[in-house]
């Protein structure tokens, strides 16, 4: 049995009806056409004659903004970002939600590239940072003292570390033998 749950999203103060069927979300073509200033006409032409596009195109009744249950030329979600990528307009509109796309194109694929030499250059910096601040502090004796007492308790801890195994692997020793006789 078919599932229908439609539901409404603004966009350039223009309200875009979508709906689902069988967990396929699609969204009527038109208001999209008319929130970007693009004319609709020339664009569901330029839709029906796209080799790939084409074939997903739908007619669904979705209800209008007047409220009236309307049949509605639909694309499938998944695929009208893409379209609308590639619809030639000078609307400002179309031409800001193009920039958009560009950013994120860029960060999809450059994104984590850029990120990671942000995150070596911050690494570098903080580093020079830690360098010219322990020159500094290296002159302060109490400063030194906390060096050698932290490094003293790193000392003691891996010691005891040590111990404890050498415990743990002689009372294992003392239980096996118990055990078999």
């Given at each position: 049995?078919?599932?229908r749950i439609?539901?409404?999203?603004?966009f350039?103060?223009k309200?875009?009806?979508?709906?689902?069927?069988?967990?396929?979300?699609?969204?009527?073509?038109?208001?999209?056409?008319?929130?970007?200033?693009?004319?609709y006409?020339?664009?569901?032409?330029?839709?029906?004659?796209?080799?790939?596009?084409?074939?997903?195109?739908?007619?669904?009744p979705?209800?209008?903004?007047?409220?009236?249950?309307?049949?509605?030329?639909?694309?499938?979600?998944?695929?009208?970002?893409g379209?609308?990528?590639?619809?030639r307009?000078?609307?400002?509109e179309?031409k800001?939600?193009?920039m958009?796309?560009?950013?994120?194109?860029?960060?999809?694929f450059h994104?984590?590239?850029?990120k990671?030499?942000?995150?070596?250059?911050?690494?570098?910096?903080t580093?020079?940072?830690?360098?010219?601040?322990?020159?500094?502090?290296?002159?302060?004796?109490?400063?030194?003292?906390?060096?050698r007492l932290?490094?003293?308790?790193g000392?003691?801890?891996?010691?005891?570390?040590?111990?404890?195994?050498?415990?743990?692997?002689?009372?294992?020793?003392?239980?096996?033998?118990a055990?078999?006789?």
């Amino acid at each position: 049995m078919e599932k229908r749950i439609e539901k409404f999203l603004e966009f350039e103060g223009k309200v875009l009806p979508f709906l689902s069927v069988d967990g396929i979300w699609y969204i009527a073509v038109k208001p999209i056409c008319e929130a970007l200033g693009v004319e609709y006409t020339r664009t569901f032409k330029n839709l029906k004659e796209d080799e790939f596009l084409s074939q997903l195109l739908a007619e669904q009744p979705m209800v209008a903004t007047d409220g009236k249950l309307r049949k509605m030329i639909c694309l499938p979600e998944r695929y009208v970002y893409g379209w609308l990528f590639g619809i030639r307009s000078e609307s400002p509109e179309l031409k800001a939600y193009k920039m958009e796309c560009y950013d994120v194109l860029y960060n999809h694929f450059h994104g984590p590239l850029t990120k990671r030499v942000e995150a070596l250059r911050t690494i570098t910096e903080t580093e020079r940072q830690i360098k010219k601040l322990a020159s500094i502090l290296a002159e302060n004796p109490d400063y030194v003292e906390l060096i050698r007492l932290r490094s003293l308790k790193g000392d003691y801890t891996k010691q005891l570390t040590r111990l404890d195994e050498s415990l743990r692997r002689g009372q294992v020793g003392l239980f096996e033998n118990a055990t078999d006789e």
